[in-house]
């Protein structure tokens, strides 16, 4: 369901052509259904009190991922950087247990692929709060926003 351009959304998201493809045919899906949903549905409020819609351009230059946020119509481009730092450990234990998940979908039992999937969306949960919290003061979103952008920082953080 595509839902008219509001003042407080994304519109479009692009992608660094650095970028490319991701590590695994399961990462690229979990990127294409992530930037998919995105555009479905999400807050996405530049601060302070910017006017959007607003288009989404995530580079990773210098290994320091950089959310390029842009009006509707182009022109300058507002520029948010995000530290790796915090998101490190996090995005390596998230892809490690997507991973496992990923494996036991084809071998293990209903129960274990449950309990891996909650661990997964565990990790998930708590990369998208990290999110939130280190745009605070830069970008108000609502959490299934900051969920849909954090497996995007994932394959930026993987990438770059």
């Known amino acids: 369901?595509?839902?008219?351009?509001?003042?407080?959304?994304?519109?479009?998201?692009?992608?660094?052509?650095?970028?490319?493809?991701?590590?695994?045919?399961?990462?690229?899906?979990e990127r294409r259904v992530a930037i998919y949903d995105l555009l479905e549905e999400n807050t996405f409020k530049l601060l302070p009190d910017v006017a959007g819609p607003h288009r989404l351009i995530l580079s990773p230059p210098h290994g320091r991922p950089l959310l390029g946020i842009q009006k509707e119509r182009g022109g300058r481009s507002t520029p948010i950087r995000l530290s790796p730092s915090p998101f490190?450990?996090?995005?390596?234990?998230?892809?490690?247990?997507?991973?496992?998940y990923y494996s036991a979908i084809k071998l293990s039992t209903p129960a274990q692929i449950e309990t891996i999937d909650m661990a997964r969306r565990g990790l998930h949960n708590e990369g998208s709060t990290l999110l939130q919290e280190r745009l605070d003061g830069k970008v108000d979103m609502d959490f299934n926003t900051a969920r849909r952008l954090f497996t995007l920082v994932c394959v930026l953080h993987w990438r770059g």
């Open 88 to 100: 490190r450990r996090l995005v390596k234990d998230y892809f490690m247990v997507c991973e496992s």
């Open 1 to 29: 369901m595509q839902h008219p351009p509001g003042p407080d959304r994304l519109i479009a998201v692009e992608l660094h052509e650095s970028i490319g493809c991701g590590t695994s045919p399961e990462a690229d899906h």
